[in-house]
């Protein structure tokens, strides 16, 4: 599946999001990051994600798509990071 | 077709963009936001969006999807805005 994961979250937990999802998925902006994994490591990304997060005050958005062939993709302004699989 | 939108600007133009995008998405989180569009609607938030954003320094990135019902969507910790439509 691919996942695009969005979070907002305090300085201190947002900076060891970042540090937690980049070993799984790609970073593409800000606080955004995407990238194809399977069910049971999506699970562990969820799991990392709440043990990371205070549930209370953060908010952590994601969207699942069965595949990345169901959606285009495109960016106004700078690419933060280039993709060179996406596009 | 259904937009998920999410921008990276500097301050003064991102209060801008989030102005701009109310009136055409519903807000997210952050700087995220969400909304089905037919294709006039998407071509005229792009070029809002190119008018607000300095295109050297900003970043916008959109994902465009058929519709809404390819993709799952959860929230782990809270909702910043709760989307009846949705879920």
New interface residues.
Partial sequence: MYV?I?Y??APKRGAKLLKFLRQHLIW?????FEGEVTESQFAEI?SG??TI??????????????SNT???????????NAMDTFI
Same sequence: chains 1, 2.
Wanted: glycine content about 8%; hydrophobic content about 35%.
């Fill in positions: 695009i969005i907002d979250a593409i902006q800000n606080s955004v969820k994600i709440n997060i205070n549930t209370e005050k953060d908010s952590v958005i994601y969207y699942n798509h069965g169901y959606v285009e993709r495109g960016v106004i302004g700078i690419e933060r």
